[in-house]
């Protein structure tokens, strides 16, 4: 079963930022925090990761709250191609270090 | 950047045919995994291998194979195809599975439609 909890759907218009949350209140200490995203008929496309740090790359920021139970997805400006379904994930430490997709969060971008 | 491809993105077969889905990526990745995607039900594991000719049993392995003779290709083998393995394939691949951070790069998917 997945760990986290997200919500089904969410729009955001374009130009502006979309923010998607995930909650995990059981993450472990040593457990990453991971987001994919994937566009429809496409392989899930790796985003951002983090441990308990805030994140930032080219595609996106990562917050997680201090008691790591839940954390944010920022994309800054959101455009048509972001319309995706967007996986939170939790990533067991163990060797068989299968990734366990729930249902994600799927976000609309609206001209 | 990584690039992970597969052989075909749209593949149709008859029940009982024997079909091959190939994975090769370009990051000299030690991990390679075989995922199916279905309606409801989201990624399951199908297989995955650690090192070339070394092969693990996912969650779901019946009725495939799979065949690792060189490091950056990964063979996903259905010796009998039938009706239930109609499917979205997905390829994965990732450094190295000793550590939680390895992050795993996905392929572009093959959409199977068994007949």
Known sequence: DAKTTQPPSMDCAEGRAANLPCNHSTISGNEYVYWYRQIHSQGPQYIIHGLKNNETNEMASLIITEDRKSSTLILPHATLRDTAVYYCIVRPENRDDKIIFGKGTRLHILP | ?115
Not at chain 2, 76 to 86: F, G, H, K, V
């Open chain 2, 1 to 115: 950047d990584v690039k992970v491809t597969q052989s075909s993105r749209y593949l149709v077969k008859r029940t009982g045919e024997k079909v091959f889905l190939e994975c090769v990526q370009d990051m000299d990745h030690e991990n390679m995994f075989w995922y199916r995607q279905d309606p409801g039900l989201g990624l399951r594991l199908i297989y995955f291998s650690y090192d070339v000719k070394m092969k693990e049993k996912g969650d779901i392995p019946e009725g495939y194979s799979v065949s690792r003779e060189k490091k950056e290709r990964f063979s996903l083998i259905l010796e009998s195809a039938s009706t239930n393995q109609t499917s979205m394939y997905l390829c994965a691949s990732s450094l190295s599975g000793r550590e939680s951070t390895d992050t795993q790069y996905f392929g572009p998917g093959t959409r199977l439609t068994v007949l």
